[in-house]
């Protein structure tokens, strides 16, 4: 059975930096997507990146975070990050790590993720 554990949420000025890490266990498909979606209170889920395990593969990055936050992989360890730079009080949100078989690049990802974590808060302030 899969599972994804996030970490590294909590608060932070606006400008700051925080970094979420999101490590997956169960995994027996040899290639997937990792993604990082998030939902502020009110609000519809968002996709914000999502990453292809292998190598050398381009993320997505929704329009909203493209230039400030960076996902990467370690493929090995079944690991994905979201270094998240510059932060805005418009990122207030909770966090989730999914995973799912199907295929993302920088245009796109699967419709629907088969796998989530539980989530981890983030919250900036002005």
């Known amino acids: 059975q899969v599972q994804l554990v996030e970490s590294g949420g909590g608060s932070v000025q606006a400008g700051g930096s925080l970094t979420l890490s999101c490590a997956a266990s169960g995994v027996t498909y040899s290639v997937y997507c990792m993604g990082w979606f998030r939902q502020a209170p009110g609000k519809q889920r968002e996709a914000v990146a999502a990453?292809?395990?292998?190598?050398?593969?381009?993320?997505y990055y929704s329009d909203s975070v493209k230039g400030r936050f960076t996902i990467s992989q370690d493929i090995a360890e079944k690991t994905v990050t979201l270094q998240m730079n510059r932060l805005k009080p418009e990122d207030t949100a909770m966090y989730y790590c999914?995973?799912?078989?199907?295929?993302?690049?920088?245009?796109?990802?699967?419709?629907?993720?088969?796998?989530w974590g539980q989530g981890t808060q983030v919250t900036v302030s002005s």
């Open positions: 999914a995973l799912d078989i199907g295929y993302c690049f920088s245009g796109g990802f699967p419709a629907d993720f088969s796998h």
């Open positions: 990453i292809y395990t292998t190598a050398g593969s381009n993320p």
